[in-house]
């Protein structure tokens, strides 16, 4: 059995001071409107991401840096990144593991009580560029190698402007379809040797279009929402391997999809619209349209998107926030356009399509880095069930003694956990969790969180974990 032990977190800190360069203090937030006094600096700007062969300036991406609660000159940093793809970073800042939640009145922020930052240095980034703040001159050709060749740039940039922390151990995360930006930033920065660079943390990752499909549908029929004679039709149909999906196959998912449409597809258990609990809808709406488009071109057909019943809620408290001039300037932002959750860009379908299974396999049999994919078995579209479609049959991934051991939180059980090359790389499951799982779990969040910045050597900065 896995079991988390997790001690009181830090009310109080003893002020580092850490002496940042001239580069860094210019993008020091010095006054954020409408937000509580906090025991941590905060830095936000720009990185210029440009490829050398471009004009300096041409792409520069938007970040947003907080220090740890908790002895930010030894803990951990850790960048986070949404999916979409196309979705702000700012995103999870504002509704899911940033320090901060935005109130309903658009204009004041309350505290996060299970904000990352107590364990980490985070750095939140919006990409690609031309996603939020970030912003990009000329057409762009969106696609998994252009962000994580932008994205390892970024690092790059970052750590010469913060140059203190290049002896801290540095780990990515994500989610949704960070399940290609991570491998593929992963494999960018091992090539750069980025030395400090020890790990990728991800959540409910899109790994492969067939599994993704066949767990959504999957787990719906799990949970009882479907009938038996419609799945046996699916089953009889061979839906479950069909990719493209063919015209028979589409045809009852289309039918499932009518039976579903009542419910939240990415948090069946949770309630579908209610403000408190919808965070990143806007981001999980754009996933459904990058679904659509990439199975028609998977069909070879045209590329136009089908309507569904699936919106984002109405309510906004952080794009309103983000919007307002004092804050755009209390922040540093240079640009014009207006801050919004997600940004329609113009995404490589094919990429959309491509599995990731081999990138994996590379990274477990070229590297040492500490590897977690968690997943919210309350999702269903990019679901437990699609994940566990991949990650039993990993290349050079050999099993522990123990799998599917579950660990606890609260004397609860939180969900399971599966280690593998001697807890190199770790699958856990989140049990009640949706596709956001901070926002759905925070408390388990955070748990997990310290559980795999534990299983480094670096764990003084985030309190014991014992398994």
Same mark, same amino acid.
Not at 50 to 60: I, K, L, S, V, W
Not at 77 to 105: H, I, K, V, Y
Not at 195 to 200: A, L, T
């Given at each position: ?138 057409? &762009? #050709?969106?696609?998994?190698? @252009?962000? +994580? =060749?932008?994205?390892? $740039? ?131 709406? &754009? #996933?459904?349209?990058?679904? @659509?488009? +990439? =199975?028609?071109?998977? $069909? ?168």
């Amino acid at each position: 059995m896995m079991r988390l032990f997790v001690y009181a977190l830090l009310t109080e800190r003893v002020f580092a001071h850490i002496d940042y360069g001239q580069a860094a203090l210019d993008d020091e937030i010095l006054d954020l409107p409408g937000a509580p006094a906090v025991p941590f600096r905060m830095f936000s700007g720009y990185i210029d991401v440009t490829p050398p062969d471009q004009a300096a300036g041409t792409r520069m991406m938007f970040y947003w840096f907080v220090e740890s609660q908790t002895s930010p000159e030894n803990s951990p940093l850790m960048l986070w990144t949404n999916g979409g793809p196309g979705c702000s970073g700012l995103s999870g800042f504002m509704t899911e593991q940033g320090p901060f939640r935005p109130n309903a009145d658009g204009k004041t922020l309350s505290l996060n009580d299970h904000a990352w930052n107590k364990l980490a240095n985070m750095v939140f980034i919006e990409q690609p560029v031309g996603v939020g703040f970030s912003t990009v001159k000329g057409n &762009m #050709m969106y696609g998994d190698q @252009q962000a +994580a =060749e932008d994205n390892r $740039r970024f690092v790059v940039g970052f750590f010469k402007r913060y140059s203190q922390y290049l002896n801290q151990y540095f780990y990515i995360s994500s989610e949704s379809y960070g399940g290609h930006y991570m491998p593929t930033l992963a494999t960018e920065l091992v090539k750069a040797g980025v030395d400090n660079f020890k790990g990728v943390f991800l959540g409910n990752p899109l790994t492969y279009m067939p599994y993704r499909n066949y767990g959504q549908y999957g787990t719906a029929y799990g949970h009882q929402l479907l009938p038996k004679p419609l799945w046996d039709q699916y089953e009889a149909a061979h839906c479950r391997t069909s990719f493209p999906v063919s015209d028979a196959c589409s045809e009852i998912t289309n039918k499932m999809d009518t039976i579903l449409a009542g419910f939240d597809a990415y948090a069946l258990d949770f309630p579908v619209c209610k403000t408190n609990l919808a965070a990143g809808r806007h981001e999980r709406y &754009m #996933m459904k349209r990058m679904i @659509q488009r +990439a =199975e028609s071109a998977a $069909r070879g057909e045209s590329p136009a998107l089908e309507e569904n019943t699936y919106q984002p809620c109405s309510s906004d408290y952080a794009t309103v926030y983000l919007n307002q001039p004092a804050v755009r300037a209390a922040i540093h932002v240079h640009s014009d356009a207006q801050w919004s959750q997600c940004a329609n860009i113009d995404y490589s379908a094919e990429d959309v399509n491509k599995p990731m299974m081999p990138y994996w396999s590379a990274l477990l049999e070229k590297t040492h880095l500490k590897m977690m994919i968690y997943s919210g078995d309350d999702d269903s579209v990019c679901a437990t069930l699609g994940t566990q479609q991949f990650i039993w049959n990993l290349t050079n991934a050999k099993q522990d003694d123990k799998p599917w051991q579950p660990w606890m939180f609260n004397n609860q059980t939180a969900g399971f956990v599966t280690d593998f090359n001697g807890g190199q790389f770790s699958f856990v499951t989140v049990h009640g969790a949706g596709h956001m799982v901070p926002a759905t779990q925070p408390e388990r969040s955070l748990a997990l969180l310290q559980a795999f910045l534990s299983k480094g050597t670096q764990t003084a900065a985030v309190g014991d974990v014992l398994v």
